[in-house]
C-alpha cells in the first residue's frame, strides 16, 4: 500500500527557512511524478511545486518561484521542498503527493500525505 509522510514542518520566522521532506513507500518512486501542494487556513488547496520522474522538469506556483526549491532522491524515496525567505502568507498545511500523470495537478494525483504544518511569524 502506497504511503507519503511528510515531515519537517513547524514554526518559523518571516524570512526564514524549511525543509520539509516527504517518504514514500509502496509504490516504484524513480516512476513517478511528485507534487507539493499547501492549504491555507480558510482556503482551498492550491499547487506549490512539481518534480517529474527523471527529474526532468520542475514547475513552481508564481507564489513560490525563487523561494522555494524542489528536489526528489530516488535513491532514499524521498522529495524534498526547499522553502528560504519564508512569508506569512505561506503558512498552512503542506502536502506531497504522487501521480503517474504527465500533468500534476490536484485533480490528477493519485496519492496523498497527511501534511505538515508550517506556520511562519511576521
Known amino acids: 500500500q502506497v504511503q507519503l509522510v511528510e515531515s519537517g514542518g513547524g514554526l518559523v520566522q518571516a524570512g526564514g527557512s524549511l525543509r520539509l521532506s516527504c517518504a514514500a513507500s509502496?509504490?516504484?518512486?524513480?516512476?513517478?511524478?511528485m507534487g507539493w501542494f499547501r492549504q491555507a487556513p480558510g482556503k482551498e488547496r492550491e499547487f506549490v511545486a512539481s518534480?517529474?520522474?527523471?527529474?526532468?522538469?520542475?514547475t513552481y506556483a508564481d507564489s513560490v518561484k525563487g523561494r522555494f526549491t524542489i528536489s526528489r532522491d530516488n535513491v532514499k524515496n524521498t522529495v524534498y521542498l526547499h522553502m528560504n525567505s519564508l512569508k506569512p502568507e505561506d503558512t498552512a498545511v503542506y502536502y506531497c503527493?504522487?501521480?503517474?500523470?504527465?500533468?500534476?495537478?490536484?485533480?490528477?494525483?493519485?496519492?496523498w500525505g497527511k501534511g505538515t504544518l508550517v506556520t511562519v511569524s511576521s
Open positions: 518534480r517529474k520522474w527523471n527529474n526532468a522538469a520542475t
Open positions: 509502496g509504490l516504484t518512486f524513480s516512476s513517478v511524478n
Open positions: 503527493a504522487t501521480t503517474t500523470a504527465v500533468v500534476v495537478s490536484e485533480r490528477t494525483m493519485d496519492y
